[in-house]
Antibody, heavy 123, light 115 residues
Framework: QMQLVESGGGVVQPGRSLRLSCAAS????????MHWVRQAPGKGLEWVGV????????YYAASVKGRFTISRDNSKDLLYLQMNGLRAEDTAVYYC????????????????WGRGTLVTVSS | QSVLTQPPSVSGAPGQRVTISCTGS?????????VRWYQHLPGTAPKLLIY???NRPSGVPDRFSGSKSGSSASLAISGLQAEDEADYYC???????????????FGTGTKVTVL
């Protein structure tokens, strides 16, 4: 059964860094673009960014560009989200999600999601 | 952040039909970009319900149907069941920010309550 499991969330002070991981299983991880999506408390879903299947390309939402970096290790079926310069408004549950193609398309969709990991930015 | 507007909540009795609207603009749904729909029970993994405006992935019951017209889209749930009680989000692509090559946008979300 295809599965994504996020880990690495926790409480972190403003300005500090945190790295999230997402373990994939039961599908050919190296064939698909992977996304991060977040949900702030009481809010809706917000797309964070995407990485191509081979890790060569990344795109980010304006709200995190320059602070967050997505990477992947296809030999271990792992996806990462490095978050630097964290702010209170970054507090959210972070989900990793599998795209339907090798990177992204305007018609692309997210066909497998994890259960998320909570990041709380607070002093 | 959300540029797609949904009603905060809809409700219906078991067996009834409910619809959820998703209103966008000329830079997203109105520009012809596809709409997707996701179901999310808090604390669980969101699930893809509809892609390409009206297509259901394998395993999604045909009680769920999607449509699109102009700058809006709709998700209909017929034969409402208790297990359908969840949050529902539409999603599309938005081309308004030329500095971004990718700009996936989600709707504001709708909570479906089964009475």
């Amino acid at each position: 059964q295809m599965q994504l499991v996020e880990s690495g969330g926790g409480v972190v002070q403003p300005g500090r860094s945190l790295r999230l991981s997402c373990a994939a299983s039961s599908f050919t991880f190296s064939s698909f673009g992977m996304h991060w999506v977040r949900q702030a408390p009481g809010k809706g879903l917000e797309w964070v960014g995407v990485i191509s299947n081979d890790g060569s390309y990344e795109y980010y939402a304006a709200s995190v560009k320059g602070r967050f970096t997505i990477s992947r290790d296809n030999s271990k079926d792992l996806l990462y989200l490095q978050m630097n310069g964290l702010r209170a408004e970054d507090t959210a549950v972070y989900y990793c999600a599998k795209g339907d193609n090798h990177f992204w398309t305007a018609s692309g969709y997210l066909d497998l999601w994890g259960r998320g990991t909570l990041v709380t930015v607070s002093s | 952040q959300s540029v797609l507007t949904q009603p905060p909540s809809v409700s219906g009795a078991p067996g009834q039909r409910v619809t959820i609207s998703c209103t966008g603009s000329s830079s997203n749904i109105g520009a012809g970009y596809d709409v997707r729909w996701y179901q999310h029970l808090p604390g669980t993994a969101p699930k893809l319900l509809i892609y390409g405006n009206s297509n259901r992935p394998s395993g999604v019951p045909d009680r769920f149907s999607g449509s699109k017209s102009g700058s809006s889209a709709s998700l209909a749930i017929s034969g409402l069941q208790a297990e359908d009680e969840a949050d529902y989000y539409c999603q599309s692509y938005d081309n308004r920010d030329s500095s971004l090559s990718v700009f996936y946008v989600f709707g504001t979300g709708t909570k479906v309550t089964v009475l």
